[in-house]
């Protein structure tokens, strides 16, 4: 059974309704996954190729390889890519065999530590929204300032992403319980503690408010029009306290979530559990911030163990 590049532009409209639907990926993720097939696409019709064949597509693998701008983790996202949409047109019967089956390239994706923030750097940026405060004059501004007070706090105390912070609603949200319904990858369920009564009283202090900004959305935190806030506005929000606070310059808001998993850690939590909270499917995923703990240690041990300085 052959696939012609027009058959792929058919399936490729089925699949995108398989992901939202079927996998209930989020929007980035399935805009993700057929760039990288749509990327194929354009390079079958460049090439005059009217089928997906099994030599076809190694060469297109061989030349992504070949180009340096590309890292080895990025072309193995993009075989990844490949093989589940190949495998999924085997088990819907559109396909016998996926072209992809017994490309032999073996991929080596290095292990990159986390990069996070400190804990005197983590506290000059929770600080930073109330110096800010002193400095604001009108209502409005003194509103939004507590919206991302308690978004700062809530990045760090829970160790979310960016993508699940914009996906609280209100109803998400028990203060009382001190618990919030996260919805992770692939709408993946949790259910954290907010242990710190300071994190707390933030976001009551934007709940307060909040109906000024006349929601349009049930979501937690809105935006002057009061619809959902975006992940943009997080990543300015975060940017903004960053340059205040005059921690690294380099910092996103994912360093809070790394910070957050590498100080549990740092503080005595066991693996498994950090594993829970931060909704890795994988404990392989979360054993990297073992690491950066061990690094850190060396470090310590390097620099102020009074062994070092004896002369004996």
Known sequence: ???????????????????????????????????????????????????????????????????????????????????????????????????????????KTARRIPKTLSVNEIEKLLNAPQEHMKQLHTIFRKRINLRNAAIIELLYVIGIRIGELVSIDIEHIDLEERTVLIFGKGRKERLLYISSEEVIQKIKSWLQVRENFEPQSDALFLNKYGHRLSIYSIEDIFSKFRDMSKVSKNSTPHYLRHSFATHLLNNGADLRSVQEILGHTNVSTTQIYTEVSVERKKDVLSRFNPRNNLKV
């Open 1 to 107: 059974m052959k696939l012609s590049t027009t058959d792929l532009n058919h399936y490729l409209r089925q699949y995108e309704i398989y992901l939202s639907v079927e996998r209930n990926l989020s929007h980035k993720s399935i805009r993700a996954y057929l760039s990288d097939l749509n990327r194929l696409v354009i390079w079958l019709d460049s090439h005059v190729l009217h089928e997906v064949t099994r030599d076809n597509l190694r060469k297109y693998l061989e030349q992504l390889t070949s180009e340096q701008t590309l890292k080895d983790s990025t072309i193995k996202r993009k075989y990844i890519c490949f093989k589940a949409f190949f495998n999924y047109l085997v088990q819907n019967g559109n396909l016998k065999e996926s072209p992809i089956d017994g490309y032999g390239k073996k991929f």
